[in-house]
């Protein structure tokens, strides 16, 4: 059974710093591109960023120079450190695994993530 638990969500303030993680169980992560989506309220669902297992990066330009995201394959993780966090960054942040050669996809539970003063 594949499972993924994204954690490190909360409230904090504007200008302020969260970490989420993810880990994976069941699958091997060496095999999937790794992303964190997100969704406000009314909204769909973005891309925030993801890493591939050669950890090529990509990053929706509102968070450039702001998110970083890593990956550590020993401990079949995936994090997203979120800094100078801003008001419209609130909304649940998804932990998404992707196989690079196949279709199959998997998602975390999401976690809450609130910026405000």
């Known amino acids: 059974q594949v499972q993924l638990v994204d954690i490190g969500g909360g409230l904090v303030q504007p200008g302020g710093s969260l970490r989420l993680s993810c880990a994976a169980s069941?699958?091997?992560?060496?095999?999937?591109?790794m992303g964190w989506y997100r969704q406000a309220p009314g909204k769909q669902r973005e891309l925030v960023a993801n890493i591939n297992r050669f950890r090529s990066t990509n990053y929706v330009n509102s968070v450039k120079g702001r998110f970083t995201i890593s990956r550590d394959n020993a401990k079949n993780s995936v994090y997203l450190q979120m800094n100078s966090l801003k008001p419209a960054d609130t909304a649940v942040y998804y932990c998404?695994?992707?196989?690079?050669?196949?279709?199959?996809?998997?998602w975390g539970q999401g976690s809450q993530v609130t910026v405000s003063s």
């Open positions: 998404n695994a992707r196989q690079t050669y196949g279709g199959n996809t998997y």
């Open positions: 069941g699958i091997s992560i060496d095999f999937y591109v």
